[in-house]
């Protein structure tokens, strides 16, 4: 292959990449940026700082399994009320606490703490290890309900924190498509792979711009937890908040038809992507 053309060919996967990636609005602008220039029923002028209400590169809860998460977790893990309270027949998955993922997503749209509150503030001399807001004057509790202030009652909502299909899938099992059993028969079988000794989860959405077996941002991830609810204590993968909901995914009635979601949801894709309906 001439340089020429090696230059023509990675100029042409850039384009690649670039027109695949612009296919998805980003979190600045949309309701989850609390700046002045965010679509957010709360805003504020104090910062200009999109990231800082979630992340913070440095003084993060190292206790959270969200990326340099800027905000202290509920520990109370019991006051939700979850699905299963329901008892659904059709409801065959177990249960663990609240957690993970969830209990991050949680910590503004549970209406029980300020969205702006915050261990690291931004700019300098700002951290709190207990958390403060931003701007009180501003920023408050996350309002509306059902959605998007879910409350401490989960029983209206997609369970969490639940195993995935029912249970059958662990840490111990082979990377690739899942061969074993699920406990329920209508999912479809999970993806696995072994990233810095860590098992990673997930379950391939119809997304046309995806591939098979491998890991995306359109797919349906899935979230490793040790709770030993099902007894041994295996590590498997579970259904969080995470799972079809990505947080810096705006979307549009074109491209997901409800924000947040990982892919479109035409002809209930979402859905489909686990349950085989």
């Given at each position: 292959m001439t340089n020429k053309l090696r230059c023509l060919t990675k100029?042409?996967?850039?384009?690649?990449?670039?027109?695949?990636?612009?296919?998805f609005a980003q979190v600045?602008?949309?309701?989850h940026d609390f700046t002045a220039g965010g679509d957010a029923p709360q805003?504020?002028?104090?910062?200009?700082?999109?990231?800082?209400?979630?992340?913070?590169?440095?003084?993060?809860?190292?206790?959270?399994?969200?990326?340099?998460?800027?905000?202290?977790?509920?520990?109370?893990?019991?006051?939700?009320?979850?699905?299963s309270t329901?008892?659904?027949?059709?409801?065959?998955?177990?249960?663990?606490?609240?957690?993970?993922?969830?209990?991050a997503c949680l910590s503004c749209h549970d209406g029980t703490q300020a969205m702006d509150v915050v261990i690291n503030g931004p700019g300098s001399g700002n951290y709190n290890g207990t958390g403060a807001e931003i701007d009180p004057a501003a920023i408050g509790i996350?309002?509306?309900?059902?959605?998007?202030?879910?409350?401490?009652?989960?029983?209206?909502?997609?369970?969490v924190s639940m195993q995935y299909g029912g249970g059958g899938a662990s840490d111990a099992d082979g990377d690739?498509?899942?061969?074993?059993?699920?406990?329920?028969?209508?999912f479809n079988a999970p993806v696995k792979a072994t990233i810095n000794g860590q098992s990673i989860w997930w379950v391939d959405s119809?997304?046309?711009g995806g591939t098979a077996l491998i890991r995306e941002k359109t797919d349906m991830l899935l979230y490793t937890r040790s709770d030993a609810i099902g007894g041994g204590g295996a590590v498997e993968p579970f259904v969080e908040c995470g799972s079809c909901h990505d947080p810096h995914n705006a979307g549009s009635a074109t491209l997901t038809q409800v924000s947040f979601l990982r892919t479109s949801n035409a002809a209930s894709a979402v859905c489909v992507a686990c349950h085989t309906k």
């Open positions: 100029f042409a996967l850039l384009g690649v990449l670039f027109a695949g990636s612009s296919a600045v602008g949309s309701k805003t504020t002028s104090v910062t200009d700082q999109v990231c800082v209400f979630c992340h913070t590169p440095h003084g993060a809860d190292t206790t959270a399994p969200v990326p340099l998460w800027n905000k202290v977790l509920d520990s109370n893990q019991g006051r939700f009320t979850r699905y329901l008892s659904t027949p059709t409801f065959d998955s177990l249960e663990a606490p609240v957690g993970s993922v969830s209990l996350m309002t509306g309900t059902p959605v998007p202030n879910l409350s401490g009652d989960l029983s209206n909502d997609h369970p690739g498509l899942f061969g074993g059993t699920l406990g329920d028969p209508d119809a997304d046309p």
